[in-house]
């Protein structure tokens, strides 16, 4: 791989900011793709420019002066043959008025709008026209930059890479044969010198054939990728656990219910993975109030039966202490040793809670992160269960599996990650391509679907009183609020305010209130009084997204619901309907709705299905935000987009196993040239 410093045109400064977006090495330049394109192959005369279209004219100033009225800007006024055109720069240099002075000849390119003097351009791009400059024959690129990187700067750089024969293809032809899709070489200088013949709407919204050549590589390379981390863990060794003949048939007898259908085949799958002698990476997902729990405990159980101890590590402490509840309520009757670890514990529980865990009493380990902390040291930890896996980074994943790893053994732990945001099919095919997922796609007889109702916040006092006959008949409310304080940049309700004029509200109601900010033994204790039904009306903040399970629960208000996330809606809405009640939703919403804002409201009050919500939510969003702290260690796409090319991630996806049997050292090549800068961390 060549690296930027090898190649005498780039100086030390250059390749310092370089470095600043990531470029290191001479492939990282190439695919350094521009963000858009403007048209500077031809002139515009003045008279022929068009409101809201950008153009480039040519001609002389004739007027030039700094005015402060209304506000301070450099106004300068451009003349051709044809016409005048006003220039306004807000924020200027003395440079910049030197530059603007009467007589000088000037080539401006910029949006067209409509000024106090007729048409103007704000902030136009400027150069000085002499005896030599040419009209461009490309398309002029824009590229992401950063400060100190100028944009001339960087299209020099990026043609003296293009001159540098690092264009060869890394795969054979054959790859491509029935794709239809141009070269990598020709596809790169189109890309970099766009033709002025092409579209240049196809162009910025990256549809046009070289486009779709690089999304496939990447795609490609990404696929590649996952697979070589899938066959590099079925490559290590992890214990064997045989199937389960007495604890789960005990915990199944216990259970006050049947499992359904969908919990008892991912429950084989994952029983079936176990018994092999490589380590299961496997996500559980399921919608919310799907079962996942029980099915996890099952997979506990049979590593127990076994001989070894399991983890589970939940992302907050309401969510790690109703897990806590649920198994000893399952297990204790087995009598499986179930020891409880967080931050928040004293510290003569907390050296009770370490010694039994290294001892190995202590067969079932629940906690948060506090799990993988230096301190704690299982005797055999076989199975780590992570609840609400995108939450955690893979750092603390790795730390967590690292403790199941003897430093005197090959052995590596079993790991099964939960997630109650169902995961649209595209982000599984591609980032989750390591992975084997299994779907509980049920709910268990007897939920009815929560109604979500859309209600103006002018309503209020309406929602009031039906909180007021909710509880008054004997079922319980959540009263959602986005911030604890409040704050001068969002005037949104609070937590604190709300609390307080509930109190004032409702006199004969027992209101509680738990939020992020709150001790954890204060949190458990309101939710164990909201839990055991002492209080009526819980004022919360999203603190309560997961993991609470109160069955009394049959109506939820959420302010601001606007503002909110579609899987942070769908998830909080989960927390009611866990009953035989018929349960409600009310978002509350301000009238004035962004059209985004407008969509997301529409998409949760039309749905309950956890899938379809997702797949709204990465096309509103994008994979990023959904991904969440798996982004680190996770190449992130830069250029195929999962929705637009989802033909290409399909052929990618099915040619990457037969090119890495045929074709390993082509398949490193190209690896290279894709995933130089990712890091090696892809999936613990």
Not at 467 to 472: G, N
Not at 616 to 621: E, G, N, P, S, V
Request: proline share 5%; glycine share 6%.
């Amino acid at each position: 791989m060549t690296q930027l410093s090898d190649i005498k045109a780039f100086s030390k400064p250059l390749i310092a900011n370089l470095a600043k977006l990531g470029i290191g090495n001479l492939q990282a330049l190439l695919l350094h793709l521009p963000l858009r394109y403007i048209d500077e192959t031809h002139i515009t005369a003045i008279r022929d420019l068009r409101m809201g279209e950008s153009a480039q004219v040519e001609g002389e100033i004739v007027h030039a002066e700094v005015s402060y009225k209304p506000r301070k800007a450099l106004i300068a006024r451009l003349e051709d043959a044809s016409g005048q055109l006003t220039l306004r720069f807000l924020h200027f240099y003395p440079s910049q008025i030197a530059a603007l002075k009467v007589g000088a000849k000037l080539r401006v390119y910029g949006e067209v709008r409509s000024g106090f003097f007729g048409y103007e351009m704000i902030h136009p791009t400027c150069k000085a026209v002499g005896e030599q400059t040419v009209v461009a024959e490309t398309l002029t690129p824009v590229y992401p930059t950063v400060a100190g990187l100028s944009q001339p700067s960087l299209r020099k750089s990026i043609r003296i890479a293009l001159a540098q024969d690092a264009l060869a293809e890394t795969l054979p032809a054959d790859v491509y044969a029935n794709l239809h899709l141009p070269s990598f070489a020709a596809s790169l200088q189109a890309l970099h010198n766009p033709s002025p013949e092409v579209n240049l709407q196809a162009l910025d919204n990256k549809a046009t054939a070289h486009w779709r050549r690089l999304a496939f590589d990447e795609l490609l390379a990404q696929q590649l990728s996952m697979r070589k981390h899938y066959a590099r863990r079925r490559s290590v060794s992890a214990p064997q656990f045989a199937p389960s003949k007495q604890l789960v048939s005990a915990l199944l007898k216990n259970l006050p219910f049947a499992l359904t259908g969908a919990q008892q085949k991912v429950a084989l799958e994952i029983e079936r993975d176990l018994t092999q002698p490589h380590p299961m990476q496997r996500l559980l997902q399921g919608d919310v109030g799907s079962g996942k729990t029980i099915v996890a405990c099952m997979a506990a159980l049979q590593s127990i039966e076994n001989g070894w101890q399991v983890a589970l590590m939940a992302p907050t402490e309401i969510l790690a202490e109703q897990h806590y509840r649920k198994m000893l309520g399952w297990l204790m009757p087995l009598n499986i040793q179930i020891a409880w670890l967080t931050g928040s514990q004293n510290k003569k529980d907390r050296e009770a809670a370490l010694e039994s865990i290294a001892n190995g009493e202590a067969q079932l380990v629940v906690g948060t992160h506090a799990l993988f902390q230096e301190a704690v040291q299982f005797k055999n930890l076989g199975l780590a269960i992570i609840d609400e896996q995108h939450r955690f980074g893979v750092h603390q994943r790795l730390a967590l599996r690292q403790k199941g790893q003897p430093k005197d053994s090959n052995q590596n732990l079993h790991q099964l990650m939960m997630s109650a945001t169902p995961i649209p099919r595209t982000l599984s095919m591609s980032y989750y391509a390591d992975l084997d997922v299994s779907v509980i796609d049920e709910l268990p007889p007897g939920r009815a679907p929560v109604v979500t109702k859309l209600v103006s916040d002018t309503r209020r006092d309406e929602i009031l009183q039906r909180v007021r006959e909710a509880c008054l008949q004997g079922n319980q409310a959540y009263w959602v609020c986005p911030l604890i304080e409040e704050s001068e940049a969002l005037q949104l309700a609070t937590a604190n305010d709300t609390y307080a004029l509930m109190q004032n509200e409702f006199p004969e109601l027992k209101v509680g209130l738990v939020h992020g900010r709150m001790k954890p033994v204060e949190k458990q204790a309101v939710m164990a009084e909201f839990s055991a039904g002492f209080l009526q009306l819980l004022v919360a903040t999203t603190v309560i997204e997961v993991g609470v399970d109160v069955p009394n629960a049959s109506l939820m208000v959420i302010e601001h619901a606007e503002r909110m996330g579609l899987s942070q809606l769908h998830q909080l809405r989960g927390r009611v309907g866990r009953g035989a009640t018929k349960s409600t939703c009310i978002l509350l919403y301000q009238n004035k709705l962004s059209e985004t804002a407008r969509t997301r409201l529409k998409v949760i009050f039309e749905s309950n299905d956890g899938f379809a919500i997702a797949q709204a939510d990465l096309q509103i969003r994008g994979p990023g935000e959904l991904l969440g702290a798996r982004q680190s260690g996770v190449p992130m796409l830069k250029i195929a987009d999962l929705e637009r090319d989802v033909d290409l991630l399909e052929t990618a996806k099915a040619m990457a196993d037969q090119l890495l049997k045929k074709h390993p050292v082509e398949v490193e090549r190209h690896l290279d040239r894709w995933m130089s800068s990712a890091g090696e961390l892809v999936k613990v």
